[in-house]
Nanobody, 123 residues
């Protein structure tokens, strides 16, 4: 099993920044890729960004490209999501996820999930 714990959420004004962290523990050698998803009330879970540990390649959703950056530290099994120029529409619960194969943008492909961290952007 793999355990994922997110942190770093909170309340921020529009235009501000937050950095989310996701620490993985357990059988982390099977986590080939890790990703961030978000879910706003009444909406489906949405892909935000992902990173592959094998080569460090990343993939970012068009909706946040240029504002959000995913990065990772394989030595500590920690993934980060730097969020800049936040907008009210970024308000959601942000989830960290992991899977044993290459990254995808479908939440159904991810085997392990964190508990989520709330991000609220005020206008």
């Amino acid at each position: 099993q793999v355990q994922l714990v997110e942190s770093g959420g909170g309340l921020v004004q529009a235009g501000g920044s937050l950095r989310l962290s996701c620490a993985a523990s357990g059988r982390t050698w099977i986590t080939y890729a890790m990703g961030w998803f978000r879910q706003a009330p009444g909406k489906e879970r949405e892909f935000v960004a992902a990173i592959s540990w094998s080569d460090g390649s990343t993939y970012t959703a068009d909706s946040v490209k240029g504002r959000f950056t995913i990065s990772g530290d394989k030595a500590t099994n920690t993934v980060y999501l730097q969020m800049n120029f936040l907008k009210p529409e970024d308000t959601a619960v942000y989830y960290c996820a992991a899977r044993p194969l290459y990254y995808t943008d479908s939440p159904d492909d991810y085997h392990y999930w964190g508990q989520g961290t709330q991000v609220t952007v005020s206008s």
